[in-house]
């Protein structure tokens, strides 16, 4: 298997990169359920797909075999996450080396977050603290690799102001970064404006818009929590509405982001980054509503 083109080079193409996001699967039944997904989303043809990392070690595992599946069953540029949580440096290296062995050339690099009720971030022994330093140690080590980073329009939950998360922004940039894939927010005119402050401040790569079509209510409200991100009255009052039916949820989820991405791809986003829960349907209805 050939290695991956980088993904940067999709960006120089001036046309919209479209990706999704898995997360690792936790059982053979889910695995079997991501190949179906993975299959029947081959006929929007995503740029690039990515699969998360969790912070326990069998879930990295999975986040390899699930990597490995979606690029040899499939053929599909796969952007392995990996994150700083649990491993020192000589691990981080092992698995850039792996990683870049196994031809995969684009990373999400990420600092990552501390297993739930674990009481927060804590750098490893001989580890790394930020994000920053891992994209350093992964250009250090295969300079072709090709470095995604998270961004955030209403601010990382630990930064003490957005200005203050957007020096670090600068800093993974300056690092070797070569995109920035944003959190997820329901309001277009919050990703104006980080934009607009990024390009300020000299962070000249593309930033792509991470968009999650909203599956339920009560999760939506768990992930915006945790993230710090708005979720607008008037989705809210439309999802209160459609209550515990589930299928009226997805159709709002869709229609929601469907116009988000809209008025993005209207606004000369580089693309959008869609956030599926490893659901095929709400990737495959927004394809549909967007080639007409
Ligand atoms: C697109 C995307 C994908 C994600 N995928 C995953 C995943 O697969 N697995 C996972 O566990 N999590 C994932 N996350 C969540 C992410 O790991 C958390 O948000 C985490 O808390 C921060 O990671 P980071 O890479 O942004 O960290 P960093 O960029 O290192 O920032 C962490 C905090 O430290 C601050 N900071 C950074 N550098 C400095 C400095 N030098 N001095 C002072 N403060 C500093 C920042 O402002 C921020 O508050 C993802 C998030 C996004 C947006």
Not at 123 to 147: I, M, Q, W
Request: aromatic share 8%.
């Amino acid at each position: 298997m050939p290695a991956d083109r980088p993904i940067s080079e999709l960006f120089a193409q001036h046309r919209p990169v479209r990706s999704l996001e898995f997360f690792p699967p936790k059982d053979e039944a889910q695995m079997s359920s991501l190949h179906g997904a993975a299959a029947s989303l081959r006929r929007i043809a995503p740029d690039f797909v990515s699969v998360t990392y969790g912070a326990g070690g069998t879930e990295r595992e999975r986040t390899a075999r699930a990597s490995a599946m979606l690029k040899h069953d499939f053929g599909y540029t796969v952007m392995p996450h990996l994150t700083c949580v649990g491993h020192s440096r000589a691990e981080l290296e092992c698995i850039a080396d792996d990683l870049h062995g196994g031809g995969f050339r684009n990373i999400m690099t990420l600092r990552g977050d501390a297993p739930l009720g674990t009481g927060g971030f804590q750098v490893t022994p001989n580890g790394l603290r930020y994000a920053s330093e891992l994209v350093e140690l992964l250009k250090t080590r295969h300079a072709d690799f090709c470095l995604g980073v998270a961004g955030y329009p209403e601010k990382h939950p630990e930064a003490r102001s957005l200005e203050a998360d957007l020096e670090n922004l600068k800093r993974k940039v300056d690092a070797g970064a070569s995109f920035v894939t944003t959190q997820l927010f329901f309001d277009n005119s919050v990703y104006y404006r980080y934009v607009e402050k990024c390009r300020l401040r000299g962070i000249t790569v593309p930033i792509v818009p991470g968009i999650m079509p909203v599956l339920s209510l009560k999760q939506i409200k768990r992930f915006t929590e945790m993230c710090g991100a708005t979720l607008p009255k008037e989705l809210t009052t439309r999802l209160e509405v459609a209550a515990e039916d589930t299928d009226v949820v997805e159709i709002i989820g869709i229609d929601w982001a469907l116009t988000q991405i809209r008025g993005l791809m209207a606004n000369g986003a580089p693309g959008y980054h869609l956030y599926i829960m490893n659901r095929a349907r709400s990737a495959l209805a927004l394809a549909a509503g967007l080639a007409a």
